[in-house]
Structure formats: structure tokens, C-alpha cells
């Protein structure tokens, strides 16, 4: 259960029978949206469904920052070499999706690798999913391909990715999608928003959650007792007291005890540091980093009402701040699950580092 990598098995996903049964019984539905916060287990529950349902699939895995076509390409190139290792065995679809994808111009095959050209001859998005639709359909399956953390895919690439789910949505039927992320970030920002190319398709939503005070003590008592690892109730108590039911978090405390040796308090100094390197990567891209770094060292200190908030930046800036900024960079960091509506932290790790900003 400590495995910090995401979950494969039904035995080693803890809880979570309702979002697992849901999950299962649309797969193959043309849209399912995972939606949830960071570490509490959307992606080993979207693995764990399709292991479980031998369905052949794609995993996308957007979670780091994906700006220009060259970031876009090399992941699916990593992505669709993947899925070709795991179906070599199946001659058939092997071959014919090969010989597909051998005539589409920016695609080079070698072995099981599959590389993109990033440039002007680049695939369209839209050649490749036709290209495996058809495969799909004429060997009788129906491939899934995940999209993990979506709304990770920003400016111009974000928005040829949505044009291509929309068209795949409308026009392909041998292939369908999963996508997860936040629900500000994919709900709001890719499906609610009337701007959006996917605007107005039907979905399915399935959420995760962060873990009950009663389910959080189990996960540790039970990951313990699995590893028969002796920890004091009065520690697991502060751990989740600490840690507030992330299953993540959780995951990453019990195994850095039981494998590494580590007390609660080192954990959480390296869990506030790790949380820490997530927002600076966050940062990295934005062009008003340092209001940004205000904004959340602001807010990391109890300042969350709109007034107060503008006051303390003004004062810090010296300079009049429109609303407009501030509603942006507060919009954004909403979608990126880091604060909630009311302006507050949706992590306690999260919210501990935005002080060190």
C-alpha cells in the first residue's frame, strides 16, 4: 500500500469501491472526467480500472508542464512507443497500426518506438487518432486514451489538443477518452466554458477525495500492519492530523518510515520541500512570478479577503494593483487546485511551502 508509484491492482487501492465501479462500468463512454486534487488518487484509479478491464490504452501523462509542440510530441512519443511494447504481442493490430502510421508524414517507426517531428511537418493530432481509430475498428476493439492532468497543457497546444477531442468526440467510434485533472482546471476550463472546443458534449464525471479521519487512520494502520511495521497511534494520529487525509501524502509518509528509517518531522520537512519545488515549477512559466510568489506568501499567511489582499499587495508593491491582475492570478491558481473558492489552500503541504516562496 506504501508504493509511492500509482496504483495497478484492485488488492492495492485502498477504498475507493464507489469511484472504481463507476469508473469501470462507463469506460468506453466517448468522455470521462477525473476530477480531483493532487495525490489523492486519480491516476492509479484510472490505471488500476483499466488493468482490471484488460483494456488496451494510451496513458498520456501530462503532469509536467506541456507549453510548445515539442513538449506535446515527446510525451505522446513516449506514450504511443509504450502502448506499441505492450500490444506487440497481438501481430495483428501490432502490424496494422504500424502500417498506418508508417504513411503519415512526421511519423518515424523504429522497432516498437514511435517518434514524432515536433516541427512544420508535424502530425496533426487529428491524423493520429483517426489512424488508431481505424486500427481499433477493424481488429473489434476499442482503445482508451487517458489525458492525465489536462488542463497541465497550456497556450496554443492546449488548444489544438481540445480541437482534436472534439473532433475525435464527433466523428471517431473505436476510440474513447479519459481525461483527469482539477475541476476548476478541466470542468470549468475545457468542458463549461462556451469558448471551449469541447463546450457542450455530454461527459461523465467521477471525483476522488481526500480520506476520512477514520479511512486515513486505516490506510496507515493497515499499510503498517502489511509491512508488520510497529508506529505508535499517538503518531499516526499527528500524521494525519498533518497531512489531511491525501492518500498521497499519506502513502509518501508511511513509506519513508518504513523504508528509509524517517521520523514524522523529517517527513514532513522533505514533503514541504517537494511540495515547495512543485510551485516553483508552477512558477517557472508565469510572467508575473514574483506577484505570484506575493499573492501566495500572502495568502499562505491568513490573508484571503479580497480587500485585505489587494491592500497588503499594494502595500508590498508600492503601486496601485488592478482588480483584473488579481482576479487572473487568483483564477489560475484555482485552476491548478492549489487554493479553493475562498481563497484557501487545497494542501496543507502546499500552503506550509508558499511561506518559504
Known sequence: M??????KRREDLFDFDEEFSTLKRFLGQHVLVVT?????????????????SNTPYIFVDLRGVVRSWRDLYEVLSGSLSEFMSRISRFRGFYESLIKILSIIRGVYISGVGVEFSWGRDRPLLTQLFTA????????????????????????SVAVAL????????????????VISGSEMGVVYRFLK???APLYGRAYLEVKT???SREEAVEFLEKGFNELNYRVDRGEIDEAVDKLDGVIGWLTYYGYSTVFQGKNLEDVWREAVELARKELENFLE?????????????????????????????????????????????????????????ENKFLDPLAEEAAKTL
Request: glycine share 6%; net charge positive; charged share 35%.
Open 2 to 7: 506504501f508504493d509511492p508509484k500509482p496504483k
Open 36 to 52: 480531483g486534487l493532487r495525490r489523492t488518487g486519480k491516476t492509479s484509479l484510472i490505471l488500476t480500472v483499466l488493468e482490471e
Open 132 to 155: 488508431l481509430d481505424k486500427v481499433a475498428e477493424e481488429h473489434g476493439v476499442k482503445v482508451v486514451v487517458v489525458f492525465d492532468e489536462l488542463q497541465r497543457a497550456i497556450g
Open 162 to 177: 481540445q480541437n482534436a477531442l472534439a473532433y475525435s468526440y464527433d466523428h471517431l467510434r473505436s476510440i474513447s477518452f
Open 193 to 195: 466554458d462556451p469558448e
Open 209 to 211: 477525495r481526500r480520506l
Open 285 to 341: 512559466y508565469r510572467v508575473s512570478r514574483e506577484r505570484y510568489r506575493r499573492i501566495l506568501r500572502l495568502l499562505s499567511s491568513g490573508v484571503r479577503e479580497w480587500g485585505r489582499l489587494k491592500a497588503k499587495l499594494e502595500e508590498v508593491e508600492g503601486k496601485p494593483i488592478s482588480d483584473r491582475v488579481i482576479y487572473e492570478i487568483l483564477y489560475t491558481l484555482r485552476n491548478h487546485s492549489i487554493i479553493d473558492s
